[in-house]
């Protein structure tokens, strides 16, 4: 196949936006579209040497699989050696245990599955999983293992009809990708399945330019605009769009596309934008993108293991030229010199084979250490063991994804002949303290009305949660009819909602909020926002007691709550300014002498890095009593 020094060029237009994205988010918000960019590039180059191949007669399946071991396996595979005894090292039992079983599936290809089981891509666990962008790569190995083998039957049995076939299964992957967006957007984000229709958009364009009749001669006006468009859109995908925004669904089209016209264009060489994409730099990054895709976010993950927080940006740069070094030495002395070596296609497959089954053996050895850490007993078992201070009801009474538990069926706790006077309103922040105000109540019982990433905000829909708005409502009106209610408590992970597009909309429903409930003649109690952490509190404990360093040194400045929550303070602010809701202020609870305190009698206040834990929410909740009487 013959070289394109523009595509390679594209490719760093494709892991720069990633490696900024993921070192400093808020840099470029869409960076995230640079995995998508890579699935059209791969579509569209696995498709056209598979049908050269096919037409010179020369198509194997098994010389397709050596070189995909030959091209893949040793960058990946010396990646996964040197980041595993690091995490040995850095790793708490629980975290540890989960990242062998990521090496596990990341060796089989099938990592994608095993994070959807267990997390969230934009999600804060995720950040701590240095093997989260294997999901990528596993699509791809998916789509490597199915669509050789089709394409190859259609070329035997329906040569006329590969166009119609491929554009076939682009649609049906989207329209399934459409449907999992409504109720499962976790799934639609990893399942190869629903991914399919980006690697599709280059698989067909790889077949259309196949052709003979493909517009042989372009008028260079054609290709000058259609070029420079496309670059200009796929520029303005990587700004303007943002991790809260219902992907891959419609809004990958939009990179995907302007991925597909650039390729096109670089068909014949000699538009503008084409010699732009083969210049010298770019194609340097080009052609280590995939080794530093492989080692940035691990570099970057082990960073926050190592600090116990978030890499400042000077930190986080440090960690990106690390990456750079790191990918530059897998390219020169691991991928290049396999490349070039005289090997035979049993030798790789067996090889390849080998690799699997060594990683597979590492990862249940690591297994089986993580198991033996966590039984050993001390202080660091004892902080660790805050992990498991949240609410024994949170899988029953807390609705979350597709499960909206209705206001006959929500949870109450309290004194069982006592009237449901008590009601927590809102997101996940509420769930530990519904419980703990019921376990404290004697005159009342608490009703729990809260959902994940569901604020109490009137007519706002969070990102990814259409449902949430309606459900809302439907909650208020059902709130202010029940006559045994006297108290409502509104809680929320203020800075969450505040630093997405719809912050002001967020505001706006959290005063109206306020306004209909006091309207009803409601008691309104606001609690004032949590300290939040970039690292889980009971880790980070117990890896401080493991360094022998000061526990409550962990805990965030008074000085420093008040400026990070501040747009959310103010808030709170406006909501009982006027008298109309009274204010819970945590300061003065969790925030004494200066420092915010994350462990009280050798309890960890938080069960991860945002929650208050069962221990924590009883301290709140006692001040919530005293003020409702």
């Not at 194997?60 to 050696?81: E, K, N, Q, T, V």
């Amino acid at each position: 196949m013959k070289f394109r020094p523009d595509i390679e060029g594209l490719r760093a237009l494709a892991i720069l936006p990633v490696v900024i994205f993921h070192a400093w988010p808020s840099a470029l918000p869409g960076g995230f579209v640079g995995v998508d960019v890579f699935f059209v590039i791969s579509g569209y180059l696995i498709t056209t040497l598979l049908m050269q191949r096919l037409a010179a007669g020369s198509y194997s399946i098994g010389s397709f699989y050596a070189a995909r071991i030959r091209r893949i396996f040793p960058a990946l595979f010396a990646m996964l050696a040197l980041v595993t005894p690091a995490c040995l090292l850095l790793l708490e039992p629980q975290p540890l245990r989960e990242f062998a079983r990521l090496l596990g599936a990341t060796s089989l290809f099938a990592s994608n599955i095993e994070l959807y089981r267990t997390t969230g891509y934009f999600e804060g666990a995720a950040e701590l999983k240095p093997l989260l962008h294997t999901w990528s790569l596993a699509v791809e190995e998916q789509y490597y293992i199915v669509f050789p083998l089709l394409l190859a039957m259609l070329w035997r049995h329906a040569r006329a009809w590969i166009g119609w076939a491929l554009l076939a299964v682009g649609l049906v992957s989207l329209a399934y990708c459409l449907r999992l967006m409504g109720h499962d957007a976790a799934l639609a984000f990893y399942a190869a399945p629903a991914r399919t229709f980006e690697l599709m958009i280059g698989s067909g364009l790889a077949w259309w330019m196949g052709r003979s009749d493909a517009l042989p001669v372009r008028p260079a006006w054609l290709e000058a605009s259609v070029g420079w468009a496309a670059l200009a859109a796929l520029l303005a995908s990587l700004i303007w769009m943002h991790a809260e925004l219902a992907f891959p669904g419609p809004s990958a089209l939009w990179p995907c596309m302007a991925t597909a016209a650039l390729i096109w264009v670089g068909g014949s060489g000699s538009a503008g934008v084409t010699r732009v994409l083969s210049a010298a730099p770019l194609r340097w990054v080009g052609a280590h993108s995939f080794s530093l895709y492989l080692w940035h976010w691990p570099v970057l993950v082990l960073a926050r293991h190592a600090l116990l927080d978030q890499p400042s940006p000077v930190q986080a740069a440090l960690c990106v030229a690390l990456s750079v070094l790191l990918a530059w030495v897998s390219l020169r002395y691991v991928e290049a010199p396999v490349r070039g070596a005289r090997v035979g296609q049993g030798a790789l497959l067996a090889a390849g084979a080998s690799a699997i089954a060594i990683s597979l053996g590492v990862a249940w050895a690591i297994v089986q250490l993580a198991d033996r850490r966590a039984a050993r007993p001390g202080v660091e078992a004892e902080l660790r063991a805050g992990a498991l201070d949240f609410s024994a009801d949170r899988q029953r009474c807390h609705s979350r994804g597709n499960h909206w538990i209705d206001y006959d069926a929500r949870c109450l706790f309290g004194p069982a002949q006592a009237p449901a006077s008590l009601v927590v309103w809102g997101d996940s922040h509420g769930v530990e303290l519904a419980r703990a105000l019921g376990d404290r109540a004697t005159q009342e019982r608490v009703a729990q009305l809260t959902a994940s990433s569901c604020p109490p905000a009137l007519g706002y829909t969070p990102p990814g949660r259409a449902q949430c708005r309606p459900a809302n409502e439907a909650l208020l009106e059902r709130v202010i009819r029940d006559g045994d209610v006297t108290t409502v408590v509104l809680v929320a992970r203020y800075e969450y909602y505040l630093r997405s597009p719809g912050a002001d909309a967020f505001e706006q429903g959290m005063v109206e909020s306020v306004r209909r409930l006091q309207q009803a003649g409601k008691r309104v109690l606001v609690i004032d926002p949590v300290p939040i952490y970039h690292y889980p509190v009971p880790a980070a404990l117990a890896q401080r007691a493991l360094r022998d360093s000061d526990l409550q040194a962990h805990g965030q400045t008074l000085a420093h709550y008040r400026d990070s929550q501040a747009r959310a303070l103010s808030l709170v602010d406006r909501m009982t300014a006027d008298g109309a809701a009274r204010r819970i202020a945590l300061s003065p609870i969790l925030c004494g002498q200066g420092r915010c305190s994350v462990l009280d009698g050798g309890h960890p206040l938080y069960f991860d890095d945002n929650h208050l834990s069962m221990h924590g929410a009883g301290k709140v909740a006692a001040a919530v009593l005293a003020a409702a009487p």
